[in-house]
């Protein structure tokens, strides 16, 4: 028997959303608040494609390696198309340090731990068009869902949706693919049906800009001053793009307001760049040229959403994927990755079941086993930032002995055995991309002896190993692009 799938929202959680569930046993709609793609390539869609429901469509991207393999795994036609339209595979050897390269001999695991890289409106483009291609699969752009259809029931079930003509569209399945711009829940809410969730904020507030080399030109060489780092009072990050481009992302604790009203001038923007030696050489006038203005992105915080409170469902026939059941900071890039895996958690789980009832309890098992680690490790990452943000404005005393050790074994154990063993950096990024628990490779007696050994060898033995200072100290930075460094202090000091 065919069902009918309907897909509130088309953007990375409606398309994996389409490419996990489409086949000829199912008519997958995917309603789309905003126009379609304009006709043409990525340069077309990066400035011209209008889409309110995504905000975070012009912010910098890189897709980890749990999302490049499901690419390739399940769908290598679009990976084909990825490529040709310029999206690139950044591969594990690429990132290795000169001291890596000295023993590297290459393994299995190192061909799955690649990203793909490219503005996110080039990669929602192909996705877009291949997805259209499925069979089953139905695009309906301009679409707006002004309500849900909830039928009565213990508990309800939601049986379609109202649009905004006044029309309404049936479906067996409603899947909540909105994300950050949802109104499902108020919806449910509305009809007596509430899924409860938790929530904190992330802390932080990115700032993006865009730009492309200028032509014959190159992507500057590697160095030990990293293109990516934290200061402390701001988290930096150059992301490699598609046909030329590249864009700037700048991230400044919430507590920082001085900075962060600053930020949002190209001139300041580009001033604090150049204070970066690793960020520096790619903004040079004679290498690149900026080709957007600064786009900033806040109010953002971790979510989780609960389907099954105490192991009983508050509703049937509705199931949220992506940014709409679990959000997450954007710092760690997982987004992307969680809309796919909960797209094909999702299809796992009805196919394992046919009640709705078991349906959704199946997909919630999954998505406790394959996102609540990652979802946890990074809340609690953020907790940290976010204090010690504060701490850095207001100090509050001296750390304490505790404190001391484990920032130490962070920094110069941790951080440093994973720069000089290859084994190390593969168990931990095989954490990072999701392809095992995050926190597995720590728990390993094998790497931890590893970790400690470095460790002991203390700072002066590793000098070589630490990277370059990724900027300036933060009153430095302050007072070099022309911002207060004393006004959030002050305030603070108020406030207190």
Request: with cysteine; charged share 25%; proline share 7%.
């Amino acid at each position: 028997m065919s069902e009918r799938v309907v897909v509130i929202g088309a953007g990375m959680a409606g398309l994996w959303t389409a490419m996990a569930l489409a086949g000829s046993d199912r008519e997958v709609v995917v309603l789309d608040r905003d126009p379609p793609p304009p006709e043409g390539g990525a340069d077309v869609a990066f400035e011209d494609w209008q889409r309110r429901g995504v905000g975070h469509l012009r912010h910098s991207h890189a897709f980890l390696a749990r999302l490049r393999t499901i690419v390739r795994d399940r769908h290598p036609a679009l990976l084909d198309a990825l490529l040709e339209a310029g999206c690139r595979e950044l591969g594990f050897e690429g990132g290795l340090t000169p001291k890596h390269k000295e023993n590297y001999v290459p393994a299995p695991i190192d061909k799955d731990l690649a990203i793909l890289t490219s503005r996110r409106t080039t990669l929602e483009l192909v996705m877009r068009r291949y997805a259209e291609g499925l069979p089953g699969v139905t695009m309906r752009p301009q679409t707006f869902v002004k309500d849900l259809i909830v039928e009565a029931g213990a508990p309800p079930r939601v049986t379609g949706v109202r649009l905004e003509d006044g029309s309404e569209l049936s479906a067996d399945i409603v899947v909540d693919a909105a994300g950050r711009t949802s109104s499902a829940t108020e919806h449910l809410a509305a009809a007596g049906v509430t899924i409860p969730q938790t929530s904190e904020p992330c802390g932080v507030i990115y700032f993006t800009r865009h730009y492309r080399l200028n032509p014959g030109c190159e992507e500057p060489p590697r160095t030990r001053a990293g293109a990516t780092g934290d200061l402390g009072y701001l988290k930096f990050g150059v992301f490699p793009g598609d046909n030329g481009c590249f864009s700037i992302t700048l991230c400044a604790p919430e507590v920082e307001e001085e900075m962060r009203k600053a930020i949002v001038d190209p001139q300041i923007f580009d001033a604090i760049c150049r204070e970066l030696p690793g960020v520096a050489p790619w903004i040079d006038p004679e290498r690149a040229k900026p080709t957007s203005k600064v786009f900033g992105m806040g109010q953002l915080e971790s979510r989780w959403r609960e389907l099954t409170p105490g192991g009983k469902p508050v509703v049937l026939g509705f199931y949220p994927v992506g940014d709409s059941v679990v959000r997450t900071n954007p710092l760690y890039g997982r987004g992307c990755s969680f809309a796919a895996v909960s797209a094909y958690l999702l299809a796992d789980a009805l196919a394992a079941a046919q009640h709705p009832a078991a349906r959704l309890m199946v997909y919630r098992d999954g998505l406790e086993r394959e996102l609540r680690p990652y979802y946890d490790v990074m809340r609690k990452a953020d907790q940290g930032a976010i204090k010690r943000a504060r701490a850095a404005l207001l100090p509050t005393g001296k750390p304490s002995l505790r404190s001391k050790v484990m920032r130490s074994f962070l920094e110069d154990g941790v951080s440093i055995a994973i720069r000089e063993d290859v084994e190390l950096m593969r168990a931990f990024l095989k954490g990072f991309h999701m392809l095992e628990h995050p926190e597995a490779w720590l728990k390993k007696p094998a790497n931890l002896a590893r970790i400690m050994k470095v460790w002991a060898r203390g700072k002066s033995r590793n000098a070589d190993l630490y990277p370059a200072k990724g900027g300036p100290d933060r009153d430095e930075m302050f007072e070099k692009v022309g911002v207060s460094a004393n006004a959030d202090r002050e305030r603070l000091q108020t406030a207190a």
